[in-house]
C-alpha cells in the first residue's frame, strides 16, 4: 500500500463537498509531475486529504477505489484523474505549523515543494499526522 496527499482550495472544493459525493475523481491536475504520483496510485491506497490556501491543514483521510484513466473534465489525452472515497474526517486538522515544527515529518514532500497538489507521503508521515489529528 501507498500514501499520497491531494491538495484542493476549499473554497473550490472542499472536504464537505467530497463527503457530500461519497465518491468522486480527482480531476483538473495539469502538472507533470502531479500526474506521474497520480499514475502510481493503486487501488486502496490511503490519501490525506489537504484543504490549500487560507486553512493550510490536512483535514481527512480519502482512498483510492480506481486507478488512473483519462480525464473526463478535457480532451487532451495527456491528463487523468483517479478515483476516490472520502473515509473519514480528522478530529483535528493537522495544520501545516504543526507539519512544518514537528522533527519527525522534516522531510516530507509538503514542505518541500509545498506547490505539488499531488504528492507521495511516507507510511511514517501518515501515521503521524493521523496521531496529530486524534484519527
Given at each position: 500500500m501507498n500514501y499520497w496527499l491531494v491538495k484542493t482550495e476549499p473554497n473550490t472544493y472542499s472536504w464537505d463537498d467530497f463527503v457530500n459525493l461519497g465518491k468522486d475523481h480527482w480531476d483538473g491536475v495539469r502538472n507533470y509531475a502531479a500526474r506521474k504520483q497520480m499514475m502510481a496510485m493503486k487501488v486502496d491506497d490511503q490519501v490525506l486529504f489537504y484543504h490549500s490556501v487560507n486553512e493550510k491543514s490536512v483535514v481527512g483521510i480519502a482512498q483510492v477505489v480506481k486507478e488512473f484513466?483519462?480525464?473526463p473534465?478535457?480532451?487532451?489525452?495527456?491528463?487523468?484523474?483517479?478515483?476516490l472515497v472520502p473515509v473519514k474526517p480528522l478530529v483535528h486538522p493537522v495544520s501545516l505549523d504543526q507539519?512544518?515544527?514537528d522533527?519527525?515529518?522534516?522531510?516530507?514532500?509538503l514542505i518541500h515543494n509545498s506547490r505539488l497538489s499531488v504528492q507521495p507521503v511516507k507510511k511514517e508521515e501518515f501515521d503521524v499526522i493521523l496521531k496529530l489529528g486524534d484519527a
Open positions: 484513466y483519462s480525464d473534465t478535457t480532451d487532451d489525452d495527456r491528463w487523468v484523474v483517479v478515483d507539519i512544518k515544527n522533527q519527525r515529518l522534516e522531510e516530507m514532500v
